[in-house]
């Protein structure tokens, strides 16, 4: 392993505990008897003072993922009313952190150019996973960039047409490109991201949904991972 490798499982581990305790209110005491470590160590990972081995930080995180998988925040914080779907947890910096962790073990190894994701939910997540790829961040707007190329697609949402603008100079032939979409109430947005990725003659090599209507139907030839469905 590489020592920057190393020191990023290192940052992860202290990441993932730090991100657990403040979004599920995991006490310290708890997070002890998970990881079979005591509650003075794991408080001084937690404000910088030391840093597990690399050793500790893999099985930290293997235990952690286990006991409190991303899937699980999500389940938590996710709320759901007749006319209104509150995900403002994915506007959180320890969120965040959680995905960029989970998308590197998810997806590891993944050469990614560009993560393209439509406006405006889907930008905080989109973000988070071009940190962790290291590649361009790529924003699918309702409205046409003036003055420029433009690849388009339109497809009916709730009845009406919604057309999505990406400017041909953000998305080139030949790039990779992962797409990002916080929530698939029918899938026909991440057909859109997927049909304008193609239009540029780009390789979408996976895409990560936050959150999917469990009828929603999504065919694709490369890898798609749903982290929760709801009804």
Known sequence: MKRIEGIRMQLDAVGYLKSVKALLGITYKE??????????????????DMLPSVETAREMLEKLEARYHIS????????????????????????WRLYEIYLSRRFPGLGVDVV?????????LAVAAASRFEASLVVAKQYREPGVENYEYTYLREGRPVTLYVPAAQLKKGQTVFIVDDIA????????????????????????VLVARREVSIEADFPVDVLYTIE
Request: aromatic share 8%; no cysteine.
């Open 31 to 48: 997070l002890a008897a998970v990881l079979g470590i005591p509650e003075s160590v794991l408080s001084r990972y937690a404000t910088g």
């Open 72 to 95: 699980s925040v999500i389940k938590a914080k996710f709320k759901m009313y007749d006319t209104y779907i509150d995900m403002s947890f994915v506007n959180m910096p320890e969120f």
């Open 116 to 124: 393209l994701t439509a406006a405006a939910d889907g930008i905080p």
């Open 185 to 208: 109430r029918t899938g026909k947005t991440l057909k859109a991201l997927i049909n304008l990725a193609s239009k540029a003659g780009a390789r979408i090599v996976g895409a990560s």
